[in-house]
DNA sequence: ATGAAAGCGCTAACAA
DNA sequence: TTGTTAGCGCTTTCAT
């Protein structure tokens, strides 16, 4: 059978209330010192393991969160969850990972369970713009911070990378490679990312005298392999830059992909920039050149925020934005001297 | 306030133990049709959600499974992760994930947490052939599968795509390809899917008349690029392979690194074939050829069979096989013409 | 078919 | 400093 808190309490020849004050940090001192030791020692020789259920139940706290990410299997996402797991577990929570499949569906979905779960805490980066679920849970006070995209109008603490400086890097190495004509094959603006890397790309394009015609801006439905073929086939209709940036790796890599089919050699014809640096772009025919986010530590800094809410009730609702750099690769040459 | 069963029985004007009753599928059949529904619609009306907590404490269930991988960043791992989960959650099961960085510290630690949560079943994909952790949790009666990692001598049901049949298609392409001179780079032989591809290549390599020589097996320490690239160097400086067959797809990735560092073309100088068909291997230049393992069905089929364990309490230890198929794409070619 | 009552293991307010 | 007591929300015998 199971070791409970009261066989700690009878071998070491307390009052389970008493154990229970001996085990526990913030009331250890309320207990004498030899009677702790006696408590530590028989839970230890008992292999005494406290259950989290009952505990849960009288204190409603679970130790738990809830990660909330659109898609596991982008590995764009991995190293954001294991970032935040390692600080998590550190402060003592366990993770409970959510995958939306991209579906605000799911979201709700997955919102409700974690929330019937008692998840003390909630890291979202699946957040849209216009988001219901989430303001809905925000409004019931449970600590969450926002990774990547945020959600308009909600006060609420975000981590992300920092999408400004990073558009601004890439069109400045197209531009130092002689490229006037970029395109930029945007991110869904229904998502807090699109829209702003969209925004800062035209302002910044504008500011360098580039060619700054609309249709040299095509927006991706979803931030996926497809859906950037899809743009770039729509772009290179009606318009022949030689250059484009996309709003992220996979879009990235739709393109040069698209690229192709159409004849064009990446980067001798059309060069290509990323976003996100993910795993395994180095290795890509080209090589991709992209921005680099420091994903775990976007994942970790977001954790730490949650821990002092749940923890200290300090409810911070600025945005972190980490520092990003340029990593050049081979997807990026000089404009092609005509 | 947290609506509870309390309030929707006193909706209902019954007693909460009808309600549970009218609640729970199983025991809904010792209450009145009427009765059913009246508390339905009160549960409906006021949105309630039962407390897991407060169920487990009393069931000693917690309707929480743990996964354990050895590294979410690696893609193969997430397509698992996401099939188990999609069954789970259909059977009323919530995910949690624990990432062991290939480490057996930590995956002791991991399931020592997973069991203080009381999880009512496991899915184990980071298992070692000597499993101290594993045999013990075992031992404890713990309903756990094991997702292609095998542990010695602990029978407990496993699913695996077929590794033989795996290395058989590999070998046969090869040789219609003209090799025979194959080169094996192996996954570690702690792990049961390095030792069982590398048993199966040596004996097909005899069968088929290939070259035997006890130098064309080199082992990696780990399933990684960076040792799938070193053993590459050491095969390469006792050896001439016209064709490498990799214990997995990252090892195939370190191994197109290596022979590109040594001047080799591949796949013009030297075939290379992978293990697994992780996302993105279609997209590395060259292409990979690669053995397709169907990740999303292993982790579904290793769910329901959790599931069926954990509900049924039907404790199967045979193992699943699931097909796999050969995937050929640019990184194989004809034996080069000396 | 339903109500009553006990209790899962723990913590916290109150007493001593 | 320690013991006592109540109760978190639920399920499940036992009565009725």
Known sequence: MRVTLKDVAERAGVHPGTASRALNLETQSLVSEATVRRVQQAAKALAYRPNPMARGL???????????????????????????????????????????????ERERTALAVLQSRQVDGLLIASARREDEAIRQMHEQGVPMVLIYRRTDG?????????????????????????????????????LSTGLSRQRTFRQVVAETGCDTSPELVVECGTYSVEEGARATRELLDRARPTAILAGN??????????LRERGLRCPEDVSV????????????????????????????????????????????TSTTTLPVELVVRGSTAPVPRP
């Open 154 to 190: 909600v006060a609420l603490p975000a981590v992300t990378g920092d999408d400004q400086r990073g558009i601004e890097l890439a069109v400045a190495h197209l531009r130092e490679l002689g490229h006037t004509s970029i395109a930029h094959l945007s991110g869904p603006r229904e």
């Open 58 to 104: 009288k204190t409603n706290r679970t130790t738990m969160v809830g990660v909330i990410v659109p898609d596991l299997s982008n590995p764009l996402f991995p190293p954001i969850v294991r970032g935040a797991e390692v600080e998590l577990s550190r402060a003592g929570y366990t993770t409970i990972i959510a995958d939306t499949d991209n579906d605000a």
């Open 273 to 316: 920039v990323g976003f996100n640096d993910m795993p395994f772009v180095d290795k890509l025919s080209p090589p991709l050149t992209t921005i680099r986010v420091p994903h775990a530590e976007v994942g970790a800094e977001a954790a730490r925020i949650l821990v002092r809410w749940m923890t200290q009730r300090i409810a911070s």
């Open 249 to 258: 790796d996979q879009i990235a890599v739709g393109a040069i992909d698209a």
